[in-house]
């Protein structure tokens, strides 16, 4: 397969990916990104088996912020095009878009990804794999700098999570589509009913294993703009895990 900076692939969305509002559910979404992401790096030579083989590193996201016009829903079939932009001195940048079958753009997101040594889990620089692309589109799914997320000033106890086999990714550590659910389980059933999330912007702060417990916390002080924040820290150390900002409007 001849490689391309703009990378496309169709995905067709089943009972397993809605919610019980039987719309696309964000941690599926997340799952659909981290697919093309690997598709795309693996089209332009640097896949998960070729970044660990000869560089001895794996993919790892660190933000992403999704813009959702409109939310999919089930048998819907839509297109997600993904491209990178310029490497940073730590940072891979890739954008997405999420068309209908009619071609109508109903979904943004833009991503910021790392390398991390397998061995030493430690971050590497980009310059380590020296990636090089066809061609480089200067367009942006999303005008915005991915940044710092703060709190509101208001944290309350949400819940506790144990992280479990069916959590992990091959990595070894929660997998990024997981964190979503955990952010959407703050939710009760009830605001699921009558909200859906129009953005949501996570930092991935640290890595999370098997038998972490996870005490996750909500602040909804900002409710008023819609807004409302979500961490989780690790229950042991207080280590922080992931920040998260979610907005939401009346279904």
């Known amino acids: 397969m001849e490689s391309t900076t703009l990378f496309k692939k169709n995905?067709?969305?089943?009972?397993?990916?809605?919610?019980?509002?039987?719309?696309?559910?964000?941690?599926?979404?997340?799952?659909?990104?981290?697919?093309?992401?690997?598709?795309?790096?693996?089209?332009l030579g640097y896949g998960i088996n070729e970044l660990g083989e000869k560089f001895g590193v794996a993919w790892i996201l660190m933000r992403l912020r999704v813009d959702i016009l409109r939310h999919p829903r089930l048998d819907e079939e839509i297109t997600i095009e993904t491209w990178p932009q310029v490497p940073k001195k730590l940072e891979f940048e890739r954008d997405y878009i999420v068309r209908d079958r009619n071609g109508n753009i109903i979904i943004r997101a833009v991503s910021a990804w790392v390398i991390m040594d397998i061995h030493e889990r430690k971050l590497k620089r980009t310059d380590v794999i020296n990636i090089q692309y066809p061609s480089i589109m200067e367009e942006r799914a999303i005008e915005c700098k991915l940044g710092k997320i703060k709190d509101f000033g208001y944290l309350q106890n949400a819940y506790k999570k144990v992280i479990g086999y069916s959590d992990i990714d091959f990595n070894g550590h929660l997998n990024n589509s997981k964190y979503v659910d955990y952010i959407m389980d703050c939710f009760t059933v009830e605001e699921h009913q009558k909200y859906h999330v129009t953005s949501i912007e996570v930092n991935f702060k640290n890595e999370a294993l098997p038998g972490d417990i996870i005490h996750l916390f909500k602040d909804t002080s900002n409710i008023q703009s819609n807004q409302i924040y979500i961490e989780g820290k690790k229950e042991e150390t207080e280590k922080l895990v992931f920040k998260a900002q979610v907005t939401i409007k009346k279904i």
């Open 11 to 43: 995905y067709h969305i089943d009972l397993r990916d809605v919610d019980l509002n039987k719309s696309l559910k964000l941690s599926s979404l997340f799952s659909f990104f981290q697919d093309i992401a690997s598709l795309a790096a693996e089209n």
